[in-house]
Nanobody, 125 residues
Framework: VQLQASGGGLVQTGGSLRLSCAAS????????VAWFRQAPGMERSFVAG????????YATDSVKGRFAISRDSAKNTVYLQMDSLSSGDTAVYYC???????????????????WGLGTLVTVSS
């Protein structure tokens, strides 16, 4: 599986971006999928995820109400809609997929088998 993340860029505080993560090689419709981010000088951290069945969505507290993760199985693509962006959201964003990730591990980056290269989001004040 190859994951291609796109949609990053420069945006002003309060603006919006939609990240896309297109998968190729096989379907990820039954994988757990997630977005992580790594800010400068920081470790990579969980942002949002969907479990394998798609029945549950997870998000870190700092993005709840502002970010929304979704999956389009027909397009084999995962999205991250980001609204009300602030400087604290500046980071490289990575998408990940894993066929064996159980629900309790959706937030655990080490549980994912496949990763995209990342897309940079810069929020300016």
């Amino acid at each position: 599986v190859q994951l291609q993340a796109s949609g990053g860029g420069l945006v002003q505080t309060g603006g919006s971006l939609r990240l896309s993560c297109a998968a190729s090689g096989r379907t990820i419709s039954r994988d757990a999928v997630a977005w992580f981010r790594q800010a400068p000088g920081m470790e990579r951290s969980f942002v949002a995820g969907i479990n394998r069945s798609g029945g549950k969505i997870y998000a870190t507290d700092s993005v709840k109400g502002r970010f929304a993760i979704s999956r389009d199985s027909a397009k084999n693509t995962v999205y991250l809609q980001m609204d009300s962006l602030s400087s604290g959201d500046t980071a490289v964003y990575y998408c990940a997929a894993g066929p064996s990730v159980i629900s309790s591990n959706v937030r655990n980056q080490h549980a994912y088998a496949y990763w995209g290269l990342g897309t940079l989001v810069t929020v300016s004040s």
